[in-house]
């Protein structure tokens, strides 16, 4: 129902742009985030979007990414700029919607090393 794309190898300094499409299947939409999990540590919260547009970030991401969505396309983007080796991780999106239903997409792997 959840489908992250956009992951990759990038080194230290550089940008990626990660894509995640929710199906016509999840009905009211309401928050939209990302979350990131490196090995040996739990899943956090990276950023996230309400429906109203308000954003939150984490703090040892804020200024460099940016959360964004198309209501249309009922997607969810985040553009990671200054990528760091400690962004290193399996980033996951998530979308909660009105009723409280939690989704999850499979995760996509982003690796910052030169």
């Known amino acids: 129902q959840l489908q992250a794309s956009g992951g990759g190898l990038v080194q230290p300094g550089g940008s990626l742009r990660l894509s995640c499409a929710a199906s016509?299947?999840?009905?009211?939409?309401?928050?939209m985030g990302w979350y990131r999990q490196a090995p040996g540590k739990q899943r956090g919260l990276v950023a996230t979007?309400?429906?109203?547009?308000?954003?939150d970030y984490a703090d040892s991401v804020k200024g460099r990414f940016t959360i964004s969505r198309d209501y249309a396309k009922n997607t969810v983007l985040l553009r990671m700029n200054s990528l760091k080796p400690e962004d290193t991780a399996v980033y996951y999106c998530?979308?909660?919607?009105?009723?409280?239903?939690?989704?999850w997409g499979q995760g996509t792997q982003v690796t910052v090393s030169s």
């Open positions: 016509g299947s999840i009905s009211g939409i309401g928050v």
């Open positions: 998530k979308i909660t919607n009105w009723f409280g239903n939690v989704y």
């Open positions: 979007i309400a429906s109203a547009g308000n954003t």
